[in-house]
């Protein structure tokens, strides 16, 4: 008995660790791959396409060219079992520039949203026109929030109606802060069916702008951050979109909403898992840029001299940066962990997607506020990077819930009670 169990013991001492944070060599690979085009193709272009405040059709083409944009590039990173690719890709890619990441990865909203909701047939249809094709490019965009429907999605104002003479939706409203919008063929536009189901009644709808004359777009927005990717609103006048472009199928929307009107419950918990699941995407994005912040901080420190010494000899410069890495290591653990969570379909108990991004979001304000801190005076000007970083940081306070909305989210479901 003794023996077996020192056999099982010395066993596991030499199997396949059960939990490891070593990333495989095709993670290796993939990081190493995106790295290359963050750092070769994406740096020396941040600035200019700052600058512009447009987007950045080249570098999207020079992504498309290598696989990084498309639907194959992003199967490959979803493919992967343990969930960690696609955080490693995000956090590469807005480590190279965060508006020229957007650029890239916005579209995955939309697309998202189709694979989420989308039937088969729909999903075969759509996701091909949201990348298009690299000699003629596309983008997509997710319409959801609206001037007064931000973080209160389900104030959502946008109606659609249906119209069974013709067989057709009929949608009318506007959008607000739409990435891609407009500029995009493919929208996804969340509508109410049903305003008074509140968000139980609203629907996806794909509409398209090559087709669709009651679409538009309306003001492009100037930002302070992500400024190679293009905002702006968009507006719905009679857009009038085929019966079948309702994301899941117009039958299984009617079954729906006939269940919430029963006061059957809707499954609110399955679009809760969603969000918990794309969360820590957005987490990744924002290491990326507070990582790019650290390193160059680091490398700053150890440069810059005062008073006769490495401004890094100091301890309040040292620990600061101490506590850059030691923030930014411990949101990408949240991240990594959440990524994990939702690919092999773990049940998000405590909120962790929304853990996950609460903390990207609020590390990466805050890091890259202590670079520009660090950098002094230079960090201030444009001629260094940090000011841009920390611009592109604040919106991941913001956007895709803003930091009150994860926390609430995490209350709720730590305490099993409706926090407000
Ligand atoms: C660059 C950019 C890109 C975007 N891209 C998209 C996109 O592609 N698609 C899309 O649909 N939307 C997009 N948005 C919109 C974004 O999701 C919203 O701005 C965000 O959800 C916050 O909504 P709001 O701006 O209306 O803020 P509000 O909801 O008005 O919030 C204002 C403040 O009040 C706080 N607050 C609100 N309610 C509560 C509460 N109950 N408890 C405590 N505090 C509260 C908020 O946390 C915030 O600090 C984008 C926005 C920006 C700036």
Redo the contacts with the bound molecule.
């Keep these: 008995m003794e023996a077996s169990t020192a056999a099982d013991a010395a066993a596991q001492t030499t199997a396949e660790p059960v939990f490891t944070l070593e990333l495989n060599q095709d993670q290796k690979d993939m990081r190493d791959w995106v790295h290359g085009f963050a750092q070769n193709v994406m740096r020396p272009a941040a600035s200019e396409w700052d600058e512009k405040e447009s987007t950045p059709w080249p570098i999207i083409q020079e992504a498309a060219k290598i696989g990084l944009y498309g639907f194959e590039g992003l199967a490959q990173f979803f493919a992967d079992p343990t969930g960690l690719t696609m955080p490693i890709v995000n956090e590469e890619l807005f480590w190279g520039d965060a508006g020229i990441g957007?650029a890239i990865m916005?579209t995955g909203?939309a697309v998202a949203a189709i694979i989420g909701q989308g039937t088969g047939e729909q999903i075969g249809e759509w996701i091909p026109r949201c990348f298009g094709t690299e000699s003629d490019l596309k983008v997509a965009?997710?319409?959801?929030?609206e001037?007064?429907?931000?973080?209160?999605?389900s104030n959502i104002r946008t109606r659609a109606k249906f119209d069974e003479a013709t067989n057709e939706w009929v949608l009318n409203g506007q959008?607000?802060?739409?990435?891609?919008?407009g500029i995009s063929d493919v929208h996804v536009v969340?509508a109410s069916v049903d305003p008074e189901l509140g968000s139980r009644g609203h629907a996806a709808f794909v509409v398209p702008m090559s087709e669709c004359k009651g679409i538009s777009q309306g003001a492009k927005?100037s930002?302070h951050?992500?400024r190679a990717?293009h905002?702006a609103d968009v507006y719905l006048d009679d857009a009038r979109i085929p019966a079948n472009n309702v994301l899941g199928g117009k039958e299984k929307l009617d079954e729906r909403l006939a269940r919430v009107r029963e006061g059957k419950r809707a499954k609110s918990q399955a679009a809760m898992q969603t969000f918990e699941a794309s969360r820590p995407t957005v987490g990744a994005q924002a290491i990326g840029i507070a990582r790019a912040a650290y390193e160059y901080a680091l490398e700053y420190a150890k440069e810059r001299e005062q008073f006769g010494r490495k401004i890094i000899e100091n301890q309040s410069i040292a620990f600061a940066l101490a506590d850059m890495k030691t923030e930014i290591d411990c949101a990408r653990l949240l991240v990594w962990r959440a990524s994990w969570m939702g690919r092999t379909g773990q049940t998000f108990e405590n909120a962790e997607g929304s853990m996950s991004k609460l903390k990207a979001g609020e590390v990466a304000t805050w890091a890259t506020e202590r670079a520009i801190h660090i950098l002094g005076g230079n960090g201030y000007t444009r001629e260094y990077p940090v000011e841009r970083w920390h611009r592109d940081a604040k919106?991941y306070t913001?956007?895709?819930?803003?930091?009150?909305?994860q926390?609430?989210v995490i209350a709720r479901a730590i305490s099993g009670i409706h926090i407000?």
């Design positions: 957007m916005g909203l965009a997710f319409c959801a929030s001037p007064n429907a931000g973080s209160d999605v959008k607000a802060w739409a990435t891609n919008g969340i927005v930002k951050g992500l990717s905002t919106i913001l956007f895709e819930g803003t930091s009150e909305i926390r609430i407000r």
